[in-house]
């Protein structure tokens, strides 16, 4: 079994960097892949970025150039560098891990419970 906790999320401003944390806890071993997701209210669930234990990455088009996923293995962590933050990116963070990587949320067996990021124009 395997939890994620997501950390780092909070309100800041249009242009502002944030840097979300998503800790594995239990048996990372089993997590290949980790996925950032993303919900805004009225809004379905959106991926964000992947990356797969040998460090390959994926983005969605609107965040490439801004935001970077990196994973530190010895800590079982993943991070989302997000620059160049806009109001649309506005959202709860969700990371995801599972077997492979991909930008489907069924994809993913283990889910954290979110963390908040607002931002204002």
């Known amino acids: 079994q395997v939890q994620l906790v997501e950390s780092g999320g909070r309100l800041v401003q249009a242009g502002d960097s944030l840097r979300l944390s998503c800790e594995a806890s239990g048996d990372p071993a089993e997590i290949y892949a980790v996925g950032w997701f993303r919900q805004a209210p009225g809004k379905e669930r959106e991926f964000v970025a992947a990356i797969s234990r040998a460090g390959n990455t994926f983005y969605v088009d609107s965040v490439k150039g801004r935001f970077t996923i990196s994973r530190d293995n010895a800590k079982n962590t993943v991070y989302l560098q997000m620059n160049s933050l806009k109001a649309d990116d506005g959202a709860l963070y969700y990371c995801?891990?599972?077997?492979?990587?991909?930008?489907?949320?069924?994809?993913?067996?283990?889910w954290g419970q979110g963390t908040q990021v607002a931002v204002s124009s």
């Open positions: 995801a891990g599972g077997p492979r990587v991909s930008a489907y949320s069924t994809a993913y067996k283990y």
